[in-house]
Structure formats: structure tokens, C-alpha cells
């Protein structure tokens, strides 16, 4: 079976630091990977999206960054955070449906 | 683009009664597939039921099933005998189904709240 492991759970980062979210997966080989964002009201937003490894397409412009090193680890970065990336971070892998990491929690203070 | 609405921010139905969140979406294209998660208090997102745009017959996974109306681009998702474990965020996705990136578009959700 799939298993999508992202880390860290929760992190509280002071604005400007920098900021790594890593998400593996298991159980399945040349995954669609996927960062979302939730915001309360407003749904999960569509980050960043891979089709293989080292193609990252973003769906809207940010301070974050994504990439793909390898197969099953996708990665979203950022060199300064600010306080608008507050918010419940979600690692997906989706070929056939979404299957759904535990989600990372950042506030940025 | 392809859009995902949920009209409803907040329902709530009784323990054992039978209760319907709705969905519309907004494409172009005419294979794709449509989804229901659920998001419990401890934020993990569950599959509830998946739908083929290309199948006319309504899928089913036990206690939930949906009105899949393709014409009219809604897609109900309808919780009978309701439980109290049932109370969650619901979201309503729609993923492509060939242009190969598999993007998936999810609705505001609709949280759903059991009364004992």
C-alpha cells in the first residue's frame, strides 16, 4: 500500500529563516507528487505540482520554492519566510487518486 | 480553468438521519474524475468515495453514496444513517483524467456537524 510520510508535523519559524518541508513516499514508483496549502475558508491551494523527477511546475507565484532530488521525495523550500506562509502545508501523491500526507503545520511569527 | 465550488460552509444533520453536501464543478473537458474527502479533527484526509465522469451509474461505498448529474455538472455526496464519527471537513475534488499532469482542484469544503 501507498504511504506518504512528510515532516516535520508542526514548526514555528521566525519570519526571514529559512523553511524545508520533505515528503517521501513509498509503496508506488514515478509518482505525481503535489504541495498544498490549506487556509481556513479558502480550501486546499494547488502549490506545486511534479510529473518525474527534477520537472516542477508551479501554479502560483510565491517566496516558496519546490524540488524533486529524486523519484519519491519532494521537497518545498523557502530562503526567507514571511508571514503570509502561515498555514497547514499537505505533500499528496496522485496518479489514480489522492493520497494525503499527515500535513505540516507552519506559523511563521 | 476548472473550478470546484461547495455552496455550503457548515451543515448539520441528526445522529441516524440521512444528510446531502453539495457540489458543482466547472469544466471543459468531458473524461475526468470526482472525489469526496473527508478531513477528520486530526487533519488526515480520507478517500470517501471516488466517481468516473465516464460511468452513468452512482457510486456507492457503503453508508455514502452521490448524485453524480454530469449534464449539470453536480456531483451530491449523501451520508445516510449518520454517525457521530461522520462529523468532519468534506471536500469535493476534481482531478483531469488525460492531460497527463492530474492536477487535483478541491472545493472550500463543508464542515459537517452529528448531533446526538
Known amino acids: 500500500s501507498q504511504t506518504i510520510h512528510q515532516w516535520p508535523a508542526t514548526l514555528v519559524q521566525p519570519v526571514g529563516s529559512p523553511l524545508s518541508l520533505e515528503c517521501t513516499v513509498e509503496g508506488t514508483s514515478n509518482p505525481n507528487l503535489y504541495w498544498y496549502r490549506q487556509a481556513a475558508g479558502r480550501g486546499l491551494q494547488l502549490l506545486f505540482y511534479?510529473?518525474?523527477?527534477?520537472?516542477i511546475s508551479s501554479e502560483v507565484p510565491q517566496n516558496l520554492s519546490a524540488s524533486r532530488p529524486q523519484d519519491r521525495q519532494f521537497i518545498l523550500s523557502s530562503k526567507k519566510l514571511l508571514l503570509s506562509d502561515s498555514g497547514f502545508y499537505l505533500c499528496?501523491?496522485?496518479?489514480?487518486?489522492?493520497?494525503f500526507g499527515q500535513g505540516t503545520r507552519l506559523t511563521v511569527v | 480553468a476548472q473550478t470546484v465550488t461547495q455552496s455550503q460552509p457548515e451543515m448539520s444533520v441528526q445522529e441516524a438521519e440521512t444528510v446531502t453536501l453539495s457540489c458543482t464543478y466547472d469544466?471543459?473537458?468531458?473524461?475526468?474524475?470526482l472525489f469526496w474527502y473527508k478531513q477528520p479533527p486530526s487533519r488526515q484526509m480520507i478517500l470517501v468515495i471516488r466517481q468516473e465522469a465516464y460511468k452513468q451509474q452512482n457510486a456507492t461505498e457503503n453508508r455514502f453514496s452521490v448524485n453524480f448529474q454530469k449534464a449539470a455538472k453536480s456531483f451530491s455526496l449523501k451520508i445516510s444513517d449518520s454517525q457521530l464519527g461522520d462529523a468532519a471537513m468534506y471536500f469535493c475534488a476534481y482531478r483531469e483524467a488525460t492531460s497527463g499532469t492530474y492536477k487535483y482542484i478541491f472545493g472550500t469544503g463543508t464542515r459537517l456537524k452529528v448531533l446526538a
Open positions: 499528496v501523491q496522485g496518479n489514480t487518486e489522492a493520497f
Open positions: 469544466t471543459s473537458e468531458s473524461d475526468y474524475y
Open positions: 511534479s510529473v518525474g523527477i527534477g520537472q
